[in-house]
């Protein structure tokens, strides 16, 4: 079951001044940053009530990152739900037509494990699901 919005992606060009966007100018707190070499992602973290917005920008000029912003430009990246049963949610969607990006979850940031659901499948928004160690059976 869907349970909660755990995080809104943006991808960024300039990760400084897209911070001082969210941190100065909207107030939010900077509580995190962290480099994802395999991802070839630079990630900060800001939360609010319960979720956070997270900058996503190409490490190196690589990645599915910079891939994206050379298409579109910055801009909402995508949506992630937490869920407490990832097999589940993923079966129920695939039975209602939805298409992931991989096979199965994987494992993501801070324990959690994650898939991605292609944005045809929701209405031109990538969609992350993501199930925290905690939950876990
Ligand atoms: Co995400």
């Known amino acids: 079951m869907i349970t909660r ?6 991808a ?3 990760l400084q001044r ?14 995190g940053r962290e480099d994802v ?3 070839s992602t630079s990630t900060a ?13 190409p490490m190196g ?17 995508h949506l992630c739900f937490s869920t407490d049963d990832i097999e589940g949610d993923v079966a129920k969607l695939k039975a209602k037509g ?7 979850p994987k494992p993501g940031a801070h324990g959690c494990r994650v898939i991605f659901a292609h944005p045809r499948s929701c ?6 699901l993501s199930q925290p160690p905690a939950a876990h059976e």
Do not use: M
Not at 98 to 104: A, G, R, V
Not at 123 to 128: P, Q, T
């Open 98 to 104: 939805w298409q992931f990006l991989s096979e199965s």
């Open 5 to 10: 919005l755990d995080h809104i992606a943006v």
């Open 123 to 128: 209405e031109g928004v990538l969609v992350e």
């Open 61 to 77: 000029g690589e990645g599915p990152i910079a891939k994206f912003l050379e298409k579109r430009g910055g801009g909402l990246h």
């Open 18 to 31: 897209a911070i001082a966007r969210f941190s100065e100018d909207l107030g939010l707190a900077l509580t």
């Open 45 to 57: 973290f800001l939360p609010i009530a319960g979720t956070r917005i997270e900058l996503v920008h």
């Open 37 to 39: 070499p395999t991802e």
């Open 12 to 14: 960024v060009p300039d």
